[in-house]
């Protein structure tokens, strides 16, 4: 039972232009959507979250956007910078619990 | 400020053996969590510990047990090694305040990587 959602493993895109990241999740219970970032060989670090009582929070180059009636998420990155080339992890909290999607690999392209 | 670090790093074990890790939490958090993260999947919850106790647990069998120690380390224990265990294993540290109802962010160690042959 998935829980989180990430249903695009891998995306490719050019420096400079936007990356936009989806997620989708099922309990309408979670209380705070995450988004976190693993390069090879290191833990995930945490990037921004926003409350399930938001539709919207920035942080610099970050956007995340909530849509609580469709249950879906996104992370807009823009521009995209080559560093930004990495793992990226959709994460749901309820109850004490962080459930994570299965991750997106992001390309950004020179 | 000190990160999350995770020991060993790598580690090689048989089917049926036992196996310990280690984590030692960010200065300052008072809570560690357990994660498994098999190939190609995202990290999973194993579970959560907070004032030495267990609050919180995944989906997994009772051979996976853990401690937190009053200096908020902890070790993730499992018994009975199977092949399916072979993954890596994140422990992530927090900040759990009883007032505080903001997103519980982690931080993360960089994980130890255990193959059961």
Not at chain 2, 51 to 59: A, F
Request: proline residues 5%.
């Amino acid at each position: 039972d998935q829980q989180v959602k990430q249903n695009s493993p891998s995306l490719s895109v050019q420096e400079g232009r936007i990356s936009i990241l989806n997620c989708d999740y099922t309990n309408s219970m979670f209380d705070y959507f995450l988004w976190y970032k693993k390069y090879p060989a290191e833990g995930p670090t945490f990037l921004i979250s926003i409350s399930s009582i938001k539709d919207k929070n920035e942080d610099g180059r970050f956007t995340v956007f909530l849509n609580k009636s469709a249950k879906h998420l996104s992370l807009h990155i823009v521009p995209s910078q080559p560093g930004d080339s990495a793992v990226y992890f959709c994460a749901a909290s309820a109850e004490d619990k962080i459930i994570f999607g299965k991750g997106t690999r992001l390309h950004i392209l020179p | 400020e000190t990160g999350v670090t995770q020991s060993p790093t790598h580690l090689i074990k048989t089917r049926g053996q036992q196996v310990t890790l280690r984590c030692s939490s960010q200065s300052g958090h008072n809570t560690v969590s357990w994660y498994q993260q098999a190939l190609g999947q995202g990290p999973q919850f194993i579970f959560q510990y907070y004032r030495e106790e267990e609050n919180g647990r995944g989906n997994f069998p009772p051979r996976f047990s853990g401690l937190q120690f009053p200096n908020y380390s902890s070790e993730l224990n499992v018994n009975a090694l199977e092949l399916d265990d072979s993954a890596l294993y994140l422990c992530a540290s927090s900040l759990e305040a009883d007032d505080y109802l903001g997103a519980n962010v982690l931080t993360f160690g960089a994980g130890s990587r255990l193959t059961v042959l």
